[in-house]
């Protein structure tokens, strides 16, 4: 029974069942039509003839609607079917659009783990400049490539490479390369799983003043000795790479102590933008202007005054509680002061 009610449902969902009996009943209104006529026309007086038509009318009339509906309906299955070959056809393009997506995917990804092996074979040719820098911009490429899958073995490759070939002072240009890539990678939120170590401790003395370069693109990157020369630290604010100095110096730079980590650091000349008194304990200040710095921890804070250390009186620091910043600090009355007779009259 169920059967033959599915095969019953089916028959009347096929255009071609409609298509019989829009025919059929057109025939079947056709002929009506003619006996009907006939019988009208043999009628023996007008008031009989009159009464035929009233009687043949309403079966015309219903016969047309019947005629009308079978069409009708012939012409919206025809239509369903139209709509269900084009959705059939946009899922089979859709599918085919995805397959060839999936198919560009994969092929993105072996070139990209060719050019990645590549990158990492000529940037190990150490004697030979040209395919080292090749390789530099192979690994650039793959680093800042769209499909992000190699992006960190790229740029571990480029750090380690700066790791190795980078001392102190001006990096050569293969080395400076490497840097720029590792920036440029950064930039699109793509990092180094390296944590890189840079000692300047050994160096000859004559060479300090070179100073150091900062390195973007690490998770990490301490410096250790050496000195920065006028860095402006706040040009880091948006990096992610952690960065931390012990026995640094440091010579008219902008600094903020609460970001970043320093340990047994000297600052000569240097603005102070945020710091805490246990950070202050841990390094060294000479000449250095605290004007508006936010102090997080005033707790124990040194005092900084026999070293020249300052803020004009119209910016004192800002800390959360009420400090008498004059007894740690010394005061400039005006921008017209300088501070260097400020460090001479506090000794």
Same mark, same amino acid.
């Given at each position: 029974?169920?059967?033959?009610?599915? &095969?019953?449902?089916?028959?009347?969902?096929?255009?071609?069942?409609?298509?019989?009996?829009?025919?059929?009943?057109? %025939?079947?209104?056709?002929?009506?039509?003619?006996?009907?006529?006939?019988?009208?026309?043999?009628?023996?007086?007008?008031?009989?003839? #009159?009464?035929?038509?009233?009687?043949?009318?309403?079966?015309?009339?219903?016969?047309?609607?019947?005629?009308?509906?079978?069409?009708?309906?012939?012409?919206?299955?025809?239509?369903?079917?139209?709509? *269900?070959?084009?959705?059939?056809?946009?899922?089979?393009?859709?599918?085919?659009?995805?397959?060839?997506?999936?198919?560009?995917?994969?092929?993105?990804?072996?070139?990209?783990?060719?050019?990645?092996?590549?990158?990492?074979?000529?940037?190990?040719?150490?004697?030979?400049?040209?395919?080292?820098?090749?390789?530099?911009?192979?690994?650039?490429?793959?680093?800042?490539?769209?499909?992000?899958?190699?992006?960190?073995?790229?740029?571990?490759?480029?750090?380690?490479?700066?790791?190795?070939?980078?001392?102190?002072?001006?990096?050569?240009?293969?080395?400076?390369?490497?840097?720029?890539? #590792?920036?440029?990678?950064?930039?699109?939120?793509?990092?180094?799983?390296?944590?890189?170590?840079?000692?300047?401790?050994?160096?000859?003395?004559?060479?300090?003043?070179?100073?150091?370069?900062?390195?973007?693109?690490?998770?990490?990157?301490?410096?250790?000795?050496?000195?920065?020369?006028?860095?402006?630290?706040?040009?880091?604010?948006?990096?992610?790479?952690?960065?931390?100095?012990?026995?640094?110096?440091?010579?008219?730079?902008?600094?903020?102590?609460?970001?970043?980590?320093?340990?047994?650091?000297?600052?000569?000349?240097?603005?102070?933008?945020?710091?805490? &008194?246990?950070?202050?304990?841990?390094?060294?200040?000479?000449?250095? *202007?605290?004007?508006?710095?936010? %102090?997080?921890?005033?707790?124990?804070?040194?005092?900084?005054?026999?070293?020249?250390?300052?803020?004009?009186?119209?910016?004192?620091?800002?800390?959360?509680?009420?400090?008498?910043?004059?007894? %740690?600090?010394?005061?400039?009355?005006?921008?017209?002061?300088?501070?260097?007779?400020?460090?001479?009259?506090?000794?």
């Amino acid at each position: 029974m169920e059967d033959s009610s599915d &095969a019953n449902q089916e028959r009347w969902e096929r255009e071609d069942t409609w298509q019989s009996l829009a025919i059929a009943t057109a %025939v079947i209104l056709l002929t009506g039509f003619l006996a009907a006529s006939i019988w009208v026309i043999v009628a023996p007086d007008d008031a009989d003839r #009159l009464m035929r038509v009233q009687i043949s009318a309403p079966f015309g009339v219903f016969g047309g609607a019947v005629v009308s509906f079978c069409t009708i309906v012939w012409r919206g299955r025809i239509s369903k079917r139209q709509a *269900d070959a084009q959705l059939k056809a946009t899922n089979l393009q859709r599918e085919q659009i995805d397959k060839l997506a999936l198919q560009i995917a994969a092929t993105e990804e072996n070139n990209l783990a060719d050019l990645l092996q590549r990158g990492a074979e000529l940037i190990g040719e150490s004697g030979k400049k040209s395919h080292v820098a090749a390789g530099i911009a192979i690994l650039q490429s793959v680093a800042e490539a769209p499909n992000a899958k190699f992006a960190a073995r790229a740029m571990d490759l480029l750090a380690d490479y700066v790791q190795d070939g980078y001392e102190y002072g001006e990096p050569n240009n293969l080395v400076a390369a490497a840097m720029s890539a #590792l920036s440029q990678g950064s930039r699109l939120d793509r990092f180094a799983n390296r944590r890189l170590t840079f000692d300047a401790r050994a160096l000859h003395s004559s060479r300090i003043d070179e100073g150091w370069v900062i390195i973007i693109g690490a998770i990490a990157v301490r410096y250790i000795g050496g000195k920065f020369d006028h860095f402006d630290e706040t040009a880091l604010s948006e990096s992610k790479t952690r960065f931390s100095f012990s026995e640094t110096a440091f010579e008219d730079c902008t600094i903020d102590l609460a970001k970043f980590g320093y340990s047994k650091c000297n600052f000569v000349q240097c603005e102070i933008t945020s710091c805490s &008194a246990s950070n202050i304990k841990r390094n060294d200040f000479d000449t250095c *202007d605290f004007s508006g710095s936010k %102090v997080l921890n005033t707790n124990s804070f040194p005092d900084l005054r026999p070293n020249g250390n300052y803020y004009f009186s119209e910016s004192p620091p800002i800390a959360r509680r009420k400090f008498e910043w004059s007894r %740690v600090l010394n005061v400039v009355s005006d921008d017209n002061s300088d501070p260097q007779e400020v460090e001479a009259s506090s000794s």
